[in-house]
């Protein structure tokens, strides 16, 4: 594939990712879900109202920059509310959301082409992500669960930017800092993004010191058989040979410990600081380290992880298999003519024909196979590295890494990092904190669908576009709920496959 039909390609994903995002963006003249606090929150922050909120303020801000801008544009004004405490028109505070959510699957279609320079790869990636429900019913409300991923993603990608380009390293490293920096300052959680980086800097190092110690002890032998043999041409093709097997981690070792951390340490804590700022000045109640207990206290009183305290509750180990989506809006009308009872009671049960309804769950078939991907790579690098120090019985690292275990080591510390915290956490929780994961089992599946595009085996090159069909086909399938187009009461129904989905 060329570089101008890799362009192309970017292009046309970042365009129906735009055209999603903002088709019929002021459908529903109300607030949707969360809406009630960030929409609410973003223009307390212009009319200068003070608030208590959970979160850091970054993504508030957002919002608040898109409500300014779209209160001075002619346009968007056709319908307005007062519900945030001003008369505005739902694209005021939603349109800068579905423009940022537009540039997640650009990002990692990024990731994809610098983990692996493929544009096959990448493609897919961007492809897939653009196709999954909970990221444009995110996008397409004035939430802020987008910025911690958006910011975090953009972290990462400007890191790996870095590791590639030497002379403009320290640039791209403060640009990292600074997106890291402001995924944490939307939700605490976006430092996972952070702390995957961590890791995998840790291990480059680690196998560097492994592998760097294993030739020096062959060195020795070598040395002593070129003495006894006289021959050094075996010791040159030694050399050669292992300088090629470490190559791959070699960029993460040009990163030293300083660098580390004031690049990726100091610079994002004083990112998060700074954000702080606004919000102290227009609250002065609490300081800064006063409102950090305040809100580490509001998480605490959330309560336990049950459907007693709220009927979306959803532990960890049932967001891989998306067991339990949340409706974000349900509304019922005779007809599709009818206007949406937005700012009225509901229909009685049964009475309505057409469902308005915005369900926040993934694609299906992306996120089943999304995981599947993950359980593979965790297997491939199980195979790989630990089966040969059980075989050995020491432990021993294979003396050489591919590009692809590479890749996979990657996406499983990621993946894991962003999801096994959340098993400690006994507040209740919502599929919406996995996107911080999931994100990376996007990458996971179109690295597999790749890598049987590129597969001489005819059944292998059938199962990844049997794959790629099925989460397309899923996309086209479940677009309804994640768009909130009008449904009968039988296309509902076909759409809720489990009773834990409604």
């Known amino acids: 594939m060329t570089k101008k039909w890799f362009q192309i390609g970017l292009a046309s994903i970042f365009l129906f990712s735009l055209a999603l995002r903002f088709w019929g963006l002021g459908r529903f003249n109300t607030l949707v879900f969360d809406e009630i606090y960030y929409a609410k929150f973003g223009n307390n922050y212009l009319s200068?109202?003070?608030f208590f909120d959970g979160h850091p303020p970054l993504g508030k801000y957002m919002i608040a920059v898109g409500i300014?801008?779209?209160?001075h544009v002619p346009f968007w004004q056709n319908t307005v509310n007062g519900l945030t405490g001003s008369l505005l028109s739902p694209w005021s505070y939603r349109w800068i959301n579905a423009f940022s959510g537009s540039f997640i699957p650009l990002i990692i279609a990024s990731i994809a082409y610098q983990l692996s320079y493929r544009h096959s790869f990448a493609l897919l990636a961007g492809f897939f992500t653009a196709c999954d429900g909970i990221f444009i019913v995110e996008s397409r409300y004035a939430l802020i669960n987008i910025y911690i991923v958006l910011f975090g993603l953009l972290g990462q990608w400007l890191f790996l930017l870095a590791l590639a380009n030497q002379r403009q390293r320290p640039i791209y490293l403060v640009l990292a800092g600074i997106g890291f920096g402001a995924s944490v300052a939307t939700k605490w959680n976006g430092l996972f993004f952070l702390l995957g980086i961590y890791l995998?800097?840790?291990?480059?190092?680690?196998?560097?010191?492994?592998?760097?110690?294993?030739?020096?002890?062959?060195?020795?032998?070598?040395?002593l058989s070129a003495s006894l043999t006289r021959n050094s041409t075996i010791t040159l093709i030694r050399y050669q040979q292992t300088n090629a097997q470490i190559s791959l981690l070699q960029n993460l070792t040009q990163i030293n410990i300083w660098q580390i951390i004031f690049f990726?340490?100091?610079?994002?804590?004083?990112?998060y600081s700074l954000i702080w700022i606004p919000h102290l000045q227009l609250d002065t109640k609490y300081g800064f380290l006063e409102v950090h207990q305040q809100i580490l206290a509001f998480h605490e009183r959330l309560g336990g992880n049950n459907a007693k305290v709220h009927p979306y509750c959803a532990a960890w180990y049932k967001w891989p298999l998306m067991n339990r989506p949340m409706a974000y809006y349900y509304q019922t009308t005779q007809s599709v003519t009818d206007p949406l009872p937005v700012f009225g009671p509901a229909l009685p049960a049964g009475a309505g024909k057409v469902i308005y309804d915005v369900h926040a769950m993934g694609n299906p078939f992306l996120w089943w196979f999304g995981a599947a991907a993950i359980l593979f790579l965790?297997?491939?690098l199980v195979i790989q590295l630990v089966i040969p120090w059980v075989k050995q019985k020491r432990f021993s690292l294979p003396t050489k890494l591919s590009i692809d275990t590479w890749i996979a080591l990657y996406l499983v510390v990621n993946y894991a990092v962003n999801l096994v915290p959340w098993m400690k956490v006994t507040r209740c929780v919502f599929i919406y904190h996995y996107m911080t994961a999931v994100v990376f089992a996007f990458l996971a599946i179109a690295w597999f669908v790749d890598q049987c595009f590129r597969s001489y085996y005819r059944p292998l090159r059938a199962l990844g576009i049997t794959i790629s069909f099925l989460i397309l086909l899923a996309f086209v399938f479940w677009m309804p709920i994640y768009l909130g187009l009008p449904l009968s009461s039988g296309g509902y129904k076909v759409r809720m496959w489990f009773n834990s989905w409604i």
């Open 48 to 50: 200068h109202v003070p």
């Open 68 to 71: 300014w801008v779209g209160s």
């Open 200 to 223: 995998i800097w840790i291990i480059g190092w680690i196998w560097q010191w492994i592998i760097k110690a294993k030739s020096q002890a062959k060195d020795v032998i070598d040395d």
């Open 264 to 271: 990726l340490g100091i610079i994002p804590l004083a990112v």
């Open 378 to 380: 965790i297997g491939m």
